[in-house]
């Protein structure tokens, strides 16, 4: 029986899937300069519990979102976007950056021999998805506020 932490009650509690496929959306490296090993670390983690749920019997589907643009260089909303800074950086556009970092996240991904996800998404190429499923766990109540 997996049981595993629930920030939003502070407890550990037996897992119980939504349906009968286990869905799991990471968010994923900003994609703006070259990974290091510790942008590997929360990836993992995912892929232990993917690979625990799988070995339960659970079908999953995994989503690794790449964040290509928009993401600030402070963690509130102040600060120059990190790709536009690694774009001027490097003389080349935000687009270029976006895939050279990508390839070699995803290269260096594989070579950690992590169970590759279903789907790797960029960021901006979901944003009508993204707000739309936030909207739909806000409605069902699948979300929590931090006072930040």
């Known amino acids: 029986m997996l049981k595993l932490y629930n920030t939003a009650t502070h407890k550990v509690e037996v897992f119980k899937p ?7 959306y ?3 490296p900003t994609v703006y300069n070259t990974p290091h090993i510790g942008n590997y670390a929360a990836y993992t983690f995912w892929d232990l519990l993917v690979r625990v749920l799988k070995a339960d019997g659970y079908k999953v589907k995994r ?5 290509d643009v928009g993401h600030l260089v402070s963690d509130g909303d102040e600060g120059e976007d990190k ?3 690694g774009a ?3 003389g080349k ?3 270029e950056v976006a ?8 290269e260096n991904y594989r070579k950690l021999e992590l169970l590759p996800a279903d789907v ?4 901006t190429n979901y944003i009508a998805e993204d707000i739309e499923a936030v909207d739909l766990m806000t409605k069902n109540c699948y979300h929590y506020e931090t006072e930040d």
């Open 63 to 67: 989503v690794l979102n790449l964040t």
């Open 93 to 95: 556009s935000v687009w």
């Open 26 to 28: 990471t968010c994923g």
């Open 88 to 90: 001027a950086r490097e």
């Open 99 to 106: 895939d050279y970092y990508s390839n070699i996240y995803l």
């Open 83 to 85: 790709l536009e800074k």
């Open 120 to 123: 790797v998404a960029r960021a």
């Open 18 to 24: 939504l349906g009968d496929v286990v869905k799991i």
